[in-house]
């Protein structure tokens, strides 16, 4: 009675936006809001977990016939944790300010719920070239997520985008925005929005949505 | 009377001033995820505070003794199978890894525990009781405790990991009791359809941290009032 398993294609593009691992799954929510006060810490972070969650993918659907199910949520942590560990020393010897400023969030990648339920959903089942198709189409849609919300708060913050000014210098900086409230106002407004795209979208199909949302800016 | 004070300001600021969920966003998922009615709620907040202060017991034992960079066991076991006593051994690479270890341990045995003696609870609880496992609130405690066990000059003794242990887990419940208040209002009211759910459920997470940071700066004056009660 199983379902057909998705194929390599259809993992890789539900990851990316059918099925976001934040706007439509509500997973891995720590680093989402806590490392996106600007661009650059955010894609630190999105490189750091896309390089766990390809590399655990990768072992833990190697070694999926030996799992016995019991144990295979320690086996996914284990593995999880060492590439983290990997992940945290490079940080370290290459990018000392940044991992100096990502602090306690690169080693909380280990309890990152995208990574266990990715190894869980697909990894211990299926073969090993789905499974990457599947790591790099989550990994693009975490990294699409996390930069989402890293514009409008790096911009409103701050005024900047990757440290270059954008907006004029007399933008005051909403301070609020770069400060821990702002991060979930943030994130539960452009939620919102993401769910009423994808109603309209439902209902009147994506072209129209595309229109309707220019005729609004005018 | 120095310890105290100390011992009181590290668990107000994990509990109040640096709330592990308002302010450094560890533990959303079940603050999101059970946070539909108040007694479920408190109930999971009561098991996270219960396993986050074991798991910082043991993970501060396990650092202060094995891991930390100059510990005593791996120096006495280089020393005893005929090493060089000058050489430097720091095992805090295998942290992360042991910590996780330790934390599904020690979750594996509340889980048996909850699901001997407190049945309802357990089946309230569903899926969330192992996903404990996976709250980023446990292993951040244990990442602090670890943080204050680096330097060899200052080390935290394992009256302050457990406080800031406790303190965290305190905060984690009354963040997450008070969310699970404002849902169950929240119920009744006419939220915009798109916002149902998740959405509504951060802006309202979003105003409550604004609230919190009304606390900073209360160290100071809950030091100065110890230090006038205790002349």
Redo the contacts between chains.
Sequence with gaps: MAREEPTALERFINGVLPENPVYRQ??G??PV??VTSAMKPAMTMAGATAFVLICANLVISLMRKLLKPHLR??VF??TI??F??IA??FLAAYVYEMSKQLG?YV??I????LI?SRCEICASKQSVGVAAADAVGMSLGFALALATIATVREILGAGTWFGLHVLPGSWPGWG?MV???????T???L???A??VS?TQARTGLWRTARMLWSWRR | METLTSLILIFIGAALINNFV????????PF?GVSRRVDTAFGMGCAVTFVISISALLNWTLTYFVLRPGAPLPVWVWQLAGGDPATQIDLS??S??VY??VI?SSVQFVEMYVRKFFPPLYRSFGVYL??I????A???GS??VM?HLQDPTKLWGLHEALALAAGGGIGFTIAISLMAGIREELDLADV????KG??????V???M??GF?GFTGVEKGVAGAISTLLR
């Excluded at chain 1, 400060?179 to 106002?185: D, I, K, R, Y």
Aim: hydrophobic share 60%.
């Design positions: 509500l997973l929510m720590c809001l806590a949520i320690l942590t284990l944790a060492t983290v560990t945290d020393k306690p080693p909380l280990i309890v990152n719920c266990i609020i400060l821990p409230p702002g991060a979930f106002l994130l539960g407004l939620l919102g929005i769910e009423w109603r | 308002l302010h450094y966003f560890v533990g959303i998922c999101l690479v295998l992360y890894i996780i270890f599904a192992p996903l496992t996976t709250n980023c446990i292993l951040f990442l602090e943080k915009p359809a798109p916002l998740a959405g509504i459920a951060l802006i997470a979003g105003i941290a604004m940071m």
